[in-house]
């Protein structure tokens, strides 16, 4: 199994960017999809985008054009760059990853707050 450990929220003004990370405990290259998913108080969690070992990415509607999923295989790590924020981004974010079939592996989350 992986553990992740994500990093990077805060509290940030809307229109500002943050840029979360997530490191997983072993290589992530064989992994088969990894992805952030956020979830609002008294709303369901949801998938915000995720992106395949071989580097197809995918991405919510109210984040395209806004947010960049990327992963570095060599720093085992996963990150969610996140431009022009508005408050209903505010949400806790979670990393995944997708081992296929049932097996998916959760971080903690990492809180963020857009607000002036």
């Known amino acids: 199994q992986v553990q992740l450990v994500e990093s990077g929220g805060g509290l940030v003004q809307p229109g500002g960017s943050l840029r979360l990370s997530c490191l997983a405990s072993?290589?992530?290259?064989?992994?088969?999809?990894m992805g952030w998913y956020r979830q609002a108080p008294g709303k369901q969690r949801e998938l915000v985008a995720t992106?395949?070992?071989?580097?197809?990415?995918n991405y919510a509607d109210s984040v395209k054009g806004r947010f960049t999923i990327s992963r570095d295989n060599a720093e085992s790590t996963l990150y969610l760059q996140m431009n022009s924020l508005k408050p209903e981004d505010t949400a806790a974010y979670y990393c995944?990853?997708?081992?296929?079939?049932?097996?998916?592996?959760w971080g903690q989350g990492t809180q963020v707050t857009v607000s002036s």
């Open positions: 072993r290589r992530i290259l064989g992994i088969y999809r």
């Open positions: 995944n990853a997708f081992f296929g079939g049932t097996s998916n592996v």
């Open positions: 992106i395949t070992s071989v580097g197809s990415t």
